[in-house]
């Protein structure tokens, strides 16, 4: 019995050694050789990271895909004597209240009207504005109330027009580049008191500056102008007009952009709803037109990215995003979480992936890493902790590496 239960004994220490796990700690690709295959790119491979639809949100996924905030500061133009705009009590609730119908109406995001009878999938737009103080005559506040006779006004047509000028933006933007700066314009007096002109809701937007005119002489509530805001805002965010053919997206079809319909042609039968096309709805985006966006957002460098609240650098070690089934990451990422590969499960990255100062990416034995001109890095100015490596006696993970791969800013 004595013989029986020493053997049991050393049976389950020799178990448990063998299923000992041990972490290898991967810095950079030049590091270990040995445990990482360097591999040829499969022949026709072509690149994922310019796909808009590999940037549409999936709901299964909140941590990789979580809603991205722009930050804006509003501008009210007046002139020096005259009430022609909002003073600042007004202006400011009228424009909270302009942004939250705004906001609704992204997460809402309606099914598209056209083509008719289309399937279309309903996604999150997955984005949200957020107000960023400047300095103002009354202190640190996101709303500004200027005073200028040759500048407040704005006209989208006739001999006069100036939509399209910068010197108003030149004189009032803070933090350019930085925030979304939205100035709010009357139309000019003169134009208003003309017979033969008619204001409306305008706008126009220029590079990371948005203006909007017909707020404060049409009278409409503050929900009127969301749609406008909406608008103008994806312009800067990439999106072009959705009426026509080429603005990139197979899921806009071309239109005649009707307001709405009047049972003639052209306007007979179904108009659109999409935010792109002028109608009175303007409650619709589509896949494509919601990667488009994100995809500017997840590019290193561009004007869409400096604009967002850089969430990516909040390190979250709540929870991890776990790998439990083979997966191909097809466009950029940028990661707040860990990220662990099961075992027996596989994890293809084909783009850049930021990830948080603090964390890592788990290989565990018997899983697979395997990085297609994949770049790691940390996009925050600080560093991350690299890819773990596991392995056992009997297991281990693997990387596998195809093509021109980095991995960058790992902590000693």
């Not at 448990?16 to 295959?37: F, G, H």
């Not at 004189?171 to 017979?195: C, M, R, W």
């Not at 108009?271 to 957002?297: E, F, V, W």
């Not at 603090?358 to 100015?381: M, S, W, Y």
Request: proline content about 4%; overall charge negative; some cysteine.
């Amino acid at each position: 019995m004595k013989i029986f239960w020493t053997f049991l004994l050393g049976l389950m220490l020799l178990t448990s050694c063998n299923n000992k796990i041990q972490s290898l700690r991967i810095n950079n690709l030049a590091q270990a050789s040995d445990d990482i295959a360097t591999l040829d790119l499969p022949k026709g491979y072509e690149a994922s990271c310019r796909e808009p639809l590999n940037y549409a949100p999936n709901l299964e996924y909140p941590l990789e895909f979580y809603k991205q905030q722009v930050r804006i500061n509003v501008h009210y133009m007046d002139a020096e004597k005259g009430k022609y705009n909002f003073d600042r009590a007004e202006g400011e609730l009228y424009f909270d209240q302009m942004m939250e119908n705004a906001i609704m109406r992204l997460e809402v995001n309606e099914k598209m009207r056209l083509p008719e009878g289309n399937e279309t999938p309903v996604l999150p737009a997955n984005y949200t504005y957020v107000l960023r103080d400047m300095d103002t005559d009354i202190g640190r506040s996101p709303y500004a109330f200027h005073k200028d006779d040759d500048l407040f006004w704005f006209l989208s047509k006739g001999k006069n027009r100036n939509n399209s000028r910068k010197e108003v933006l030149t004189k009032y933007q803070q933090d350019e580049g930085s925030v979304l700066n939205v100035f709010i314009q009357p139309t000019h007096p003169d134009s208003v008191a003309s017979k033969t002109y008619t204001a409306d809701i305008t706008g126009i937007a220029m590079g990371t500056y948005v203006k909007i005119a017909g707020v404060y002489e049409l009278g409409l509530p503050a929900w009127q102008h969301a749609t406008n805001l909406n608008h103008e805002i994806a312009h800067v965010l990439g999106l072009s007009h959705s009426w026509y053919r080429n603005d990139g997206c197979d899921d806009t079809p071309p239109n005649s952009n009707c307001w709405r319909s009047t049972g003639r042609p052209p306007c007979e039968g179904l108009t659109s709803n999409n935010m792109m096309d002028y109608n009175s709805s303007q409650m619709a985006l589509t896949p494509c037109q919601i990667g488009k966006m994100h995809r500017n957002m997840h590019k290193l460098g561009s004007k869409q990215r400096k604009l967002l609240v850089p969430q990516w650098c909040e390190s979250d070690d709540s929870q991890s995003i776990v790998i439990d089934s083979d997966r191909q990451w097809l466009g950029a990422k940028d990661l707040k979480n860990d990220v662990i590969v099961k075992s027996g499960n596989s994890l293809e990255i084909h783009c850049r992936v930021s990830m948080a100062i603090g964390r890592k990416i788990i290989v565990e034995p018997g899983a697979t890493l395997r990085l297609f001109n994949a770049q790691l890095h940390n996009d925050c100015g600080d560093t991350w902790k690299g890819i773990d490596l596991q392995s056992t006696k009997k297991r281990r993970g693997k990387i596998e590496m195809f093509g021109n791969c980095s991995i960058d800013n790992v902590e000693e």
